[in-house]
């Protein structure tokens, strides 16, 4: 069966491209959409597809190993196996915190940790899909001589790793001061050229969105919904990570909006084709220094504004006018979804609470999860649901986060659970005393703010 897949004008379903044209909106200047031949994939049965991805999920059989690659009929049939620039992304562990769970009042929570991939986020979901587009683009002989992107960190990143594997070059443009020191030598160690903007994000975007108009570089921003295609595997690995049963809720950190879209998208593939019977009820979670979905829901998303971003820990996030938010809008509408948000404070004594049963959560996670804790509090969620929370992003990215909270040096955030090591001098006596004075407290995983006492 020949599987095939084309750009489509959101705005106009006659309007196509092939997936290999370079153009990213519609006549009307709309976005474009990745649309599948949903005839051809209905030829095969639910439970025949379960059987390819089940046979297929994390083998080492190329490319079919990566958790993106395993569904390449669903996510991207046209690009010849060797065009394809993978690097394992994709089935990341779906993480059961039971004493977690215990503490916040749900049994059946799971964390998604999306950021235990090759460049410590999600990102590379979707970026694996749009560097092999590029790399068959080239193979054809069109004339791109770079792929570029703005990023709050971890696009760039992902950008710079993969074409630094495909050998295509990559310009990334990052908000000077905004993205942490990990992030930003990532594509520093790529040998992307790495060009830091004293502007926000969306500052950024506008730029790349102009150099971008020369159709020989190539733009890497989500409103490219190559990117929406790898990323929309979240979904429908969640799914199958519980042998094919539906969660009750997924929470999920949004700022571009792009990855709450491809959540939907996948979910919803899945349940078009008979994989899942149900769906779930999605919750994005934002900033609250950088809320504009969570405002637009208040009015039932009749107002739909962009906003000037403030400063957030959650710094991937800080985007005040999200390229994707009506496709987020109508995964949210269609999933009977919620938008919450979590101030700093929240954020922080999300994260601080969660990496002491085991996790290490990036500031974004924390959003995710104070999300979850405030509508546990209010009985949106209840204790007997299965709740997953995705984690977007691995916490050694966010080191600078985790010292300045536990130096309590976080503006305006009280640092409850604070534990900065003791210095000692190396005498047995003084270590004795100062392990009788503090064992007690010691029981791991059972959070004890400790004020100020050290
Ligand atoms: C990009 C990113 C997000 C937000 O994803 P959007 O698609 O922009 O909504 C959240 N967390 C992390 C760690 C990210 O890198």
Redesign the pocket.
């Known amino acids: 069966m020949k599987y095939d897949a084309w750009f489509v004008a959101a705005d106009d379903p006659a309007e196509k491209y092939p997936l290999t044209e370079v153009r990213y909106y519609s006549q009307s200047g709309g976005l474009l959409d990745v649309e599948h031949d949903m005839t051809a994939l209905r030829s095969r049965s639910a439970a025949e597809w379960k059987r390819l991805f089940d046979g297929r999920w994390m083998t080492t059989k190329w490319p079919y190993g990566s958790g993106v690659w395993g569904k390449k009929e669903w996510v991207c049939p046209t690009v010849a196996d060797d065009n394809i620039v993978s690097m394992f992304e994709g089935g990341t562990n779906l993480f059961w915190a039971e004493r977690l769970g215990g503490d916040l009042g749900v049994g059946d929570l799971w964390i998604k940790l999306c ?1 235990n991939s090759h460049t410590g ?3 590379d979901l979707g970026m694996t899909v749009l560097v092999s587009v590029v790399k068959q683009m080239i193979a054809m002989g069109k004339p791109i001589r770079a792929i570029a992107c703005a990023s ?4 760039s990143a992902a950008l710079a790793s993969y074409g630094a594997a495909a050998g295509i070059p990559t310009i990334v443009f990052l908000p000077r001061g905004k993205v942490s020191v990990a992030q930003l030598l990532q594509p520093i160690a790529h040998g992307a050229l790495v060009l830091s903007l004293d502007t926000d994000f969306d500052g950024c975007m506008n730029i790349v969105r102009e150099v971008t108009a020369d159709d020989s570089i190539y733009l890497a921003n ?1 409103l490219n919904s190559l990117r929406i295609e790898g990323q929309k595997t979240v979904g429908i690995e969640i799914a199958q990570q519980f042998d094919w049963e539906v969660p009750d809720w997924i929470v999920i ?8 879209a491809a959540l939907g998208r996948g979910l919803l593939m899945a349940f078009d084709l008979g994989l899942i019977n149900r769906l779930p009820r999605i919750v994005c979670a934002q900033s609250h220094n950088a809320n504009p979905l969570y405002r637009s829901y208040l009015t039932g998303f009749i107002d739909v504004s962009p906003i000037a971003a403030q400063p957030t820990l959650a710094s ?2 800080q ?1 005040g006018a ?1 390229v ?1 938010v009506h496709r987020a809008i109508s995964v949210l509408t269609r999933f009977n979804g919620i938008v919450e948000e979590a101030t700093e404070q929240e954020l922080a004594d999300a994260a601080a609470r969660a990496d002491r049963y085991g996790l290490y959560t ?1 500031p ?1 996670t924390a959003v995710a999860l104070a999300a979850t804790i405030k509508l546990l509090a209010r009985g949106e969620i209840r204790s007997t649901h299965r709740v997953v929370v995705i984690s ?2 691995h916490g050694l990215k966010f080191s600078r986060f985790k010292v300045d909270y536990h130096e309590r040096q976080l503006a305006n955030v009280v640092s409850h659970l604070a534990n900065p090591p003791m210095s000692l001098p190396a005498d047995v006596d003084a270590v004795r005393a100062a392990i009788e004075r503090r064992c007690d407290e010691l029981r791991p995983g059972t959070p004890q703010p400790q004020g100020t006492r050290m």
Do not use: E, Y
């Open positions: 950021g986020s999600f990102k709050t960190g971890d696009t989500s950190p949004g700022g571009n909006l792009g990855n709450t991937a996030i985007i999200p994707s990036c974004h977007t992003a």
